[in-house]
């Protein structure tokens, strides 16, 4: 099947319509106007940018390069994971804590999936990894991100009642557990409902390219559920890492609440 | 059967603080909100950074992990902030009788703790708090939210349980009548320091 070439004069005709948005929310005074502009202007350079990128992995192939190109990926996704806590943990373990996870929830699962799942060859061939790492990284730093912002918050609200479980001599972990669980769950709900409602409410993202880009939506709608499981899975056990890592932090060795490690963000 | 013993205690202003409260004595303390009263206790049942020394017996604070330190030596706050849902749930057996002689009534066990006055939390948090046999208490005000007559009552209560299970108790009050009715000594927090008080009979 062939793909329809996109000439930039195409791609043009539809930042014209961003263009023609900005205008209707600037004569609105709605003040976003500004602000999509940039946006959009982001996307066409980063994703330029990132296709030259690719197009040079692609055609070099090696395993350093993919490997440094993923770390990279890796070491950004640890740093958005801190970017919009609400609180964070001083002295780097924020950022220490999400990249690890992101190393647990992406980079392991997208090692595991390409070695015995989809094994092209070699195994790092980028086509098939650094799309698949992306992937991953993307959608389970959202859960990976709720789930710490949801525990931080927590702690810091429930003081009181975290505190009061201490002064009846359970330990630190059972006066956190009401609050871990409702991490946990905050950072799995959307994958849960992504799954729950892909094919019926939207078509995912990857297999709607896939499609666009000629693939026979059966082969396309299996690498989309293989997507969902891999984000699933990788979700869930960064989550789990991520949380139980952090709730940790949060005691010290006498299991006293140490809420001086957290860090309001201004 | 065991001495609570600070030595060289320091949290917050609070500087070299040294006190033996005996097996089964009452210690008040008294002194103007924001002295560091509550602070005192918390260091005591090991809540926050503090430096010094705190022992009950020959067990030093740091010779048992820290829920264990607080299940010995339990602090009972001003203002209990986690609850179960109903009254039961926080006993692992019939307690009838204890929440009669706090003044609850005999059915309230499977009362849902959302219908209870403050003052009938904080009754239930002493109940809660004795029935986990600790082997100290540190008590913040644990009569501010009572009437005079479930006052009286709980101080009773009280008296007879520290008393028979000899546990020595520091007890934040207010009342100088209080004061003279459970204190065995008191003393008043003074700039940095604690300074013994004569007791009024």
């Given amino acids: ?266 | 059967m065991a001495t609570l013993a600070l030595k060289n205690l320091a949290i917050g202003d609070l500087k070299n603080i040294d006190l033996h409260v005996k097996p089964g004595e009452i210690v008040c303390l008294s002194g103007t909100s924001g002295s560091g009263k509550s602070r005192l206790l918390r260091a005591i049942a090991d809540l926050d950074l503090h430096t010094g020394n705190v022992q009950l017996g020959d067990t030093h604070q740091n010779d048992v992990p820290g829920n264990r330190w607080r299940s010995a030596v339990m602090l009972v706050p001003a203002e209990s902030a986690w609850w179960h849902d109903t009254v039961g749930e926080h006993f692992s057996e019939r307690v009838d009788e204890t929440l009669q002689q706090l003044g609850l009534e005999a059915d309230a066990f499977s009362w849902p703790v959302a219908r209870l006055s403050s003052g009938e939390k904080q009754r239930l948090a002493l109940a809660r708090a004795l029935s986990r046999k600790p082997a100290a208490l540190l008590l913040d005000e644990p009569t501010a939210n009572l009437d005079k007559d479930s006052t009286e009552r709980v101080e009773r209560w009280l008296l007879d349980i520290i008393r028979q299970q000899q546990l020595p108790t520091l007890w934040v009050a207010h009342h100088e009548d209080q004061i003279a009715r459970v204190a065995d000594r008191h003393f008043h927090i003074v700039d940095s320091g604690i300074e013994q008080q004569e007791l009024t009979q």
């Fill in chain 1, 1 to 266: 099947m062939n793909v329809i070439e996109l000439a930039w004069w195409q791609l043009a005709l539809a930042a014209l319509l961003v263009i023609a948005l900005a205008a209707c929310t600037f004569l609105a005074r709605l003040g976003v106007g500004k602000s999509l502009l940039i946006a959009a202007t982001r996307t066409a350079i980063q994703l330029t940018l990132v296709g030259l990128v690719l197009e040079a992995l692609f055609s070099v192939g090696s395993l350093h390069w993919v490997a440094l190109m993923g770390i990279g990926m890796l070491l950004l996704a640890g740093r958005e994971v801190v970017a919009r806590q609400k609180y964070t943990l001083r002295g780097g373990w924020s950022f220490g804590i999400g990249t690890l996870s992101m190393f647990i929830s992406a980079f392991a699962v997208t090692v595991l999936t390409l070695v015995a799942v989809i094994s092209p060859s070699p195994w790092y061939t980028p086509q098939y990894a650094i799309p698949l790492l992306g992937m991953l990284l993307g959608n389970t730093m959202t859960g990976v991100a709720l789930s710490l912002d949801r525990l931080t918050e927590s702690a810091q609200r429930s003081r009181a009642v975290i505190e009061n479980r201490l002064m009846l001599g359970e330990t630190a972990q059972q006066a956190l557990s009401e609050f871990r669980r409702d991490a946990m769950r905050a950072g799995l709900t959307p994958i849960i409902n992504a799954m729950a409602a892909a094919g019926i409410v939207s078509l995912p993202g990857m297999m709607t390219g896939q499609i666009l880009a000629g693939t026979a939506p059966a082969l396309a709608v299996k690498y989309q559920i293989l997507i969902m499981f891999t984000i699933a899975a990788g979700t869930g056990f960064g989550t789990f890492v991520a949380v139980a890592v952090c709730a940790r932090r949060l005691f010290d060795g006498r299991e006293r609440l140490r809420l001086d490690r957290l860090r309001g963000s201004s």
